[in-house]
């Protein structure tokens, strides 16, 4: 699971510098791989 996650840039990366946005993050890329 985290391996599919490091795909999305962002939550490999860590652009976002508070939590809140690192986490929003995480829960859409999640969302995603969840549906897909």
Do not use: E, I, N, P
């Not at 999305?8 to 946005?21: H, L």
Request: hydrophobic content about 55%; proline content about 0%; aromatic content about 16%.
């Amino acid at each position: 699971f985290f391996h599919d996650l490091k795909r999305f840039r962002a939550a490999a990366t860590r652009y976002d510098k508070t939590a809140t946005c690192y986490l929003a993050v995480l829960h859409v890329a999640s969302m995603l791989l969840w549906l897909r």
